[in-house]
């Protein structure tokens, strides 16, 4: 499920809108996730820098 969340937010990412800003700028995003292992930091990770990288902000 979160594949395909993320499949479709880097579809629009080069989008522009009327300022000529990335569809995304100034939104503030972030997963929850619970768990102490190794994968599920792995997995909140991955989806905290998949957010970043299209403009998201990640509060701490």
Same mark, same amino acid.
């Given at each position: %499920?979160?594949?395909?969340? @993320?499949?479709? *937010? $880097?579809?629009?990412?080069?989008? !522009?809108?009327?300022? =000529?800003? $990335? +569809?995304? $700028? =100034?939104?503030?995003?972030?997963? !929850? &996730?619970?768990?102490?292992?190794? #994968? /599920?930091?792995?997995?909140? %990770?991955? @989806? *905290?820098? /998949? !957010?970043?990288? &299209? #403009? $998201? /902000? &990640?509060? +701490?």
């Amino acid at each position: %499920m979160c594949t395909k969340v @993320i499949k479709r *937010l $880097y579809s629009t990412s080069g989008d !522009l809108n009327e300022h =000529g800003q $990335y +569809p995304y $700028y =100034g939104r503030v995003g972030g997963c !929850l &996730i619970t768990g102490n292992e190794d #994968g /599920v930091k792995h997995c909140s %990770m991955s @989806i *905290l820098y /998949v !957010l970043q990288h &299209i #403009g $998201y /902000v &990640i509060p +701490p």
